[in-house]
T-cell receptor, first 114, second 112 residues
């Protein structure tokens, strides 16, 4: 079955430290890949997306993600975290075929220490 | 400004009552979606609509109903048949299926 896994439920980093949030998917072909961010009680905002081409994707707020086909991964990175980055992050994958359903991972909650 | 609006932000209902959540978009998107979000479970798809007057069940449609009479509107009714309706409900839209989805601010429904 198609699935998206975010192995880390909670991550805590210090302000200024680097960040990597993991995302793995289970699917035979290359899907469309997305990272969204959600502040408490708010909707989701798109950080970046990958459809094809360069496997290193730049997004908003200084985030980037790298698609690695061999590992079925799409990890989100940021070189220096700011306190305002504290939020919940969701990886999402659209699998082709059918109606291109978007499947979300369970999310990773990021806390940032001053 | 283009975007998606959901109303109300907070909604309280007594058990056994039906309640309708509003979702409106002025992005001229064909596809619209309803998700339910519970702590630790990510987003689960309730219903989606690819075009006006058409909608399909998602993964957890039982106890919910929708309509799509206008392109910009996709209201969700939580019926008394939904056994555990207290949750955060998110509406989204996209130009077409499979494209990036734009989300509304959500409605938190609490059934007392």
């Amino acid at each position: 079955a198609q699935s998206v896994t975010q192995p880390d439920i909670h991550i805590t980093v210090s302000e200024g430290a680097s960040l990597e949030l993991r995302c793995n998917y289970s699917y035979g072909a290359t899907p469309y890949l997305f990272w969204y961010v959600q502040s408490p009680g708010q909707g989701l905002q798109l950080l970046l997306k990958y459809f094809s081409g360069d496997t290193l994707v730049q997004g908003i707020k200084g985030f980037e993600a790298e698609f690695k086909r061999s590992q079925s991964s799409f990890n989100l990175r940021k070189p220096s975290v700011h306190w305002s980055d504290a939020a919940e992050y969701f990886c999402a994958v659209a699998f082709s075929g059918g109606y291109n359903k978007l499947i979300f991972g369970a999310g990773t909650r990021l806390a940032v220490h001053p | 400004d283009g975007g998606i609006t959901q109303s109300p932000k907070y909604l309280f209902r007594k058990e056994g009552q039906n309640v309708t959540l509003s979702c409106e978009q002025n992005l001229n998107h064909d596809a619209m979606y309803w998700y339910r979000q519970d702590p630790g479970q990510g987003l689960r798809l309730i219903y989606y609509s690819q075009i006006v007057n058409d909608f399909q069940k998602g993964d957890i449609a039982e106890g919910y109903s929708v309509s799509r009479e206008k392109k910009e509107s996709f209201p969700l009714t939580v019926t008394s048949a939904q056994k555990n309706p207290t949750a955060f409900y998110l509406c989204a839209s996209s130009i077409k299926q499979g494209d990036e989805q734009f989300f509304g601010p959500g409605t938190r429904l609490t059934v007392l």
